[in-house]
């Protein structure tokens, strides 16, 4: 299934963890950052579904799915911090499809946008498998089935591993900053901590690398973070 998803979150590095989850999925993303943008954008694009947090500026996430509801026939799935029964409650009175209570984990998000694409009949099968493997670097990740290939063979990663994997396969040879990376595995290792980043790094490394200690694939850039090599090592 591939579709054109809306994505309405004022953080911008969950907007962007969202967006790449989306990408690595096979999805179109379209990302704005408070309610009246939100409503512009599906007046205009009419995407296939919207993620729409509720804790949006200018118009609240409540508002926007009302007013969605009322003109607009687009399957929602609202983000929440606020995990109050009647707060869960209201969202799917408005219409809401689905809800996720931050923090939450990518691919469960992922895993909920498809049974409601599904559900709702919307988004078009794409021309590439229904569960798309990234590749990049020697590294292939299945979003889904939650595997990891490297030159062929099967590497047995982390949660947080896996999702760091990932956005890195996603978008090689971009450099993540170490806060990049911690608030990618905020929904799988909710107590870890920048230091904890080059941990996981450390032990990728044992996993991907032929000679960890003179790594080819996931490099350092000093002062900034990491990076994968989108060549082959």
Partial sequence: MCAHVLVAEDDEMQAELIRRSL??????????HDGRAALEAARRL??????????????????????????????????TA??????VLLGLELGADDYMTKPYSPR????????????????????????????????AVDPVRHEVRCDGAPVECTPAEFEILLAMVAEPERVFSRRQLLEITRGTDRASTERAVDVH?????RKIEADPRRPVRLLTVFGVGYKLSGGRG
């Fill in 46 to 79: 009419a995407p296939d579904l919207v993620v729409l947090d509720l804790m949006l500026p200018v118009i609240d996430g409540f508002g926007v799915c009302r007013v969605l509801r009322r003109d607009e026939d687009i399957p929602v799935v609202m983000l």
């Fill in 23 to 32: 990408l690595a999925e096979g999805h179109t993303a379209t990302v704005v």
């Fill in 108 to 139: 469960e998000l992922m895993a909920r946008i498809r049974t409601v694409l599904r559900r709702s009949g919307r988004g078009a099968a794409a021309d590439r498998p229904e569960d798309p493997v990234v590749r990049a670097g020697g590294l």
């Fill in 82 to 87: 606020r995990s109050e029964e009647d707060d």
């Fill in 201 to 205: 790094v450390m032990n990728l490394r």
